[in-house]
């Protein structure tokens, strides 16, 4: 209703922005959607029904299945996979209470950065940062059925096993091997190489 998109093809299935780049040999499946300004890169290639928000970078190489969401602003690096049902940038749990029992949403500034060579489980999801950013580091394997919550940063090559939960300004090192179902509770920092 009011979107400004360009239909890419005759059949009316895939609708890419004016503004946005797409590389080399992209792929889009149908009925994805690519916003403006949004960047897509060389041999990418994105899922039916997939959303990549306004100002989205994706790198090369990189696969989007199917109901894939990646909201604004969020960067995706080089050969990332990030399976179906996978929403990167969604708004961090950030709620102020109130005198009377209730809450203000407290606004959801920062972005998701995710680095080159990452994998990302179905139905993950990756808070955007308060502000600043969420950052999942180069090589770094998420399960399915995984919350990372905002302002998150995951060290590289680390693995996580499916149910996992990660709470807020949590930092994990590189070479973590986390099984399933383990939770972190916010604000602290675990080393290099813990199992």
Request: a positive charge.
């Amino acid at each position: 209703a009011g979107a400004d998109y360009r239909i890419l093809n005759h059949y009316r299935q895939r609708l890419v922005a004016p503004s946005a780049r797409l590389g080399r040999d992209v792929r889009i499946a149908a009925y994805a959607v690519i916003g403006e300004r949004a960047v897509v890169g060389d041999g990418a290639m994105i899922g039916a029904r997939a959303a990549v928000g306004d100002d989205v970078t994706i790198g090369p190489g990189s696969l989007l299945y199917p109901n894939v969401t990646v909201r604004e602003r969020c960067t995706i690096g080089a050969r990332v996979i990030l399976q179906p049902g996978a929403v990167i940038g969604s708004d961090g749990f950030g709620f102020a209470p109130r005198k009377d029992g209730s809450y203000d949403k407290i606004p959801q500034m920062g972005i998701v950065v995710i680095e080159d060579d990452v994998e990302i489980g179905a139905c993950t999801t990756i808070d955007r940062a308060t502000l600043g950013e969420t950052r999942i580091k180069k090589g770094v394997k998420l399960d399915n059925l995984i919350q990372v919550a905002h302002n998150v940063v995951i060290g590289e090559n680390t693995v996580m096993a499916a149910q996992s939960g990660i709470s807020g300004s949590t930092k994990l090192g590189k070479n973590i091997m986390v099984a399933g179902q383990v939770g972190f509770t916010g604000h602290i920092e675990i080393a290099d190489g813990v199992k």
